[in-house]
């Protein structure tokens, strides 16, 4: 009965960790050392009496090699350990730490190298070098991930030497960590550090005209900007100055941010995908939502449904929402808004500002999307998002001088011409289109949103 082959290739797989992994090699001191020796030994055969030259330089080498050998620590002793933050965020980078020591104080100095075992979407870093001398080495290095989700780090890979530094002594060391790369947040983190009057995303400080609402916000002293329709009279007599009264849109309403994972949400715009840069906007939004007292649910889909998240209030609900959403993948399946549309409906009954954050090629080309934005309209009131492209935006005003340019150039017209038409179309069914640029994307939906709740039109 033949073996499996796993079992018979394990004493070989045993053999080649052994040589790569737990072998010696030489520096180059060493090498210096025998080409040098090498020069030396065929002088000594043009001049006569070469044997002796090469027994007495290659025994003193092997001399001073098992001597070096000698006075390394012992593999078993070597102790490596990484320290990783809580989490990093996608594209910004982040620090890490690799700890060396040894159970048994080597009685020299140690030279180590180290290199960590790097996932392919991780920033490269040269190997880390330094000096062991007794206490612990640290050895700090800096990286950034280009995706989200979660990402092993098995192996750290350990080169150190002696005081005569003419051999290695190498070992892969099992440290099998997993880091977690969350979409950026420092959006989140700008709307987080404002104040409630007072909202700042990317540097602008978000403008919101003055809000009358139901609820009692405030009573302050009036100022000529305010309207004089909000005096309060019985405040005024009492504090002897006029006094206004200051109300706020109700709170505790709902809003859905809903996320297309599908095949053309993984194009990249600047170097980030259009499902990176929606995802961000989602949880600036659901950021603004929450601090405004508003519940907020997340529906993620492609294909088939990803990701769902109940309505929920209160800054805690943030984390929610972030853990369910930080490892989104787009796919290669097409959109399919009707079971993301059916599911909502089924388990959204309260009326809720529905946002969209999908593709205009999804748009335009999606004939059921039309009508069930119709039947959501009913009841919710929607807000489609959507990423320019940049490039075709180029092409559209690009200067024509061939007649191969006249016809991308026309091209590209006649398809922001179709982007157009489809946003009108859509805003006299009473649902807006909101297209606009990368960076704006986020800032775009946060000021409809703070729009709308100033109308108290959720």
């Given amino acids: 009965m033949t073996k499996p082959s796993g079992k018979r290739s394990r004493p070989f797989r045993s053999l080649v ?54 006075t390394l620590p012992k593999r078993r002793d070597l102790a490596v350990r990484r320290v990783l933050p809580d989490r990093a965020e996608h ?4 620090d890490v730490r690799i700890d060396v ?34 206490e612990d080495l640290q050895l700090p290095y800096t990286t950034e991930a280009s995706e ?17 530094g ?21 959006n989140v983190r700008g709307v987080m550090a404002s104040m409630q009057d007072s909202l700042v995303l990317d540097g602008r400080k ?54 297309d994972c599908g095949r053309i949400m993984t194009v990249e715009l600047d170097g980030r995908t259009v499902l990176d840069r929606s995802l ?3 949880l600036t939004l659901a950021a603004v939502a929450l601090r405004q007292g508003d519940q907020v649910a997340t529906l993620a889909f492609s294909g088939s449904l990803k990701a769902y998240v109940p309505p929920g209030g209160g800054m805690a609900h943030l984390q929610t929402i972030l853990e369910a959403l930080y490892n989104l993948k787009g796919d290669s399946a097409e959109t399919n808004y009707a079971r993301a549309f059916d599911h909502l409906l089924r388990v959204q009954r309260k009326r809720s500002l529905i946002v969209l954050f999908s593709d205009m090629e999804n748009y335009l080309f999606e004939e059921e999307l039309a ?43 006649s398809f922001e011409l179709k982007r157009r038409r489809f946003a009108a179309r859509m805003s006299g069914i009473g649902v807006p289109v909101l297209d606009v640029a990368a960076d704006r994307l986020a800032l775009a939906a946060v000021n409809h949103y703070l729009e709308l709740k100033s109308r108290e039109s959720i």
């Fill in 148 to 164: 989200r989700g979660d990402f092993p780090l098995r192996y750290i890979y350990v080169r150190y030497g002696g005081i005569i």
């Fill in 371 to 413: 009508p069930y934005l119709l039947k959501l309209r009913r009841i919710h009131p929607v807000v489609l998002l959507s990423l320019q492209d940049p490039l075709l935006a180029g092409w559209a005003g690009s200067e024509i001088r061939t007649v191969q340019q006249a016809y991308v150039s026309s091209t590209a017209q």
């Fill in 17 to 70: 960790d052994r040589l790569i992994w737990q072998f010696v090699l030489p520096s180059r001191r060493a090498v210096a050392v025998l080409l040098t020796g090498a020069a030396i030994i065929s002088a000594g055969y043009a001049w006569g009496g070469g044997m002796i030259w090469f027994w007495l330089y290659n025994g003193l080498f092997a001399a001073v090699s098992i001597v070096d050998l000698a």
């Fill in 206 to 259: 978000l403008h919101r005209k003055t809000v009358s609402g139901m609820e009692l916000h405030a009573i302050r002293e009036y100022s000529p900007d305010d309207d004089p329709r909000t005096i309060n009279w019985a405040a005024t007599a009492r504090a002897g100055r006029m006094m206004t009264t200051i109300r706020q849109p109700e709170k505790g309403k709902i809003v859905t941010l809903m996320i």
């Fill in 166 to 186: 003419l051999w290695y002594k190498q070992a892969r060391v099992e440290a099998e960590q997993v880091v977690s790369v969350y979409p950026d947040l420092s």
């Fill in 91 to 94: 594209k910004q980078p982040f």
């Fill in 101 to 134: 020591s040894f159970s048994q104080a080597p009685r020299f100095p140690v030279s180590v190298e180290v290199a960590d075992d790097l996932p392919l979407t991780f920033r490269e870093h040269a190997p880390l070098k330094g000096r062991f001398e007794g």
């Fill in 280 to 282: 961000e906007a989602a």
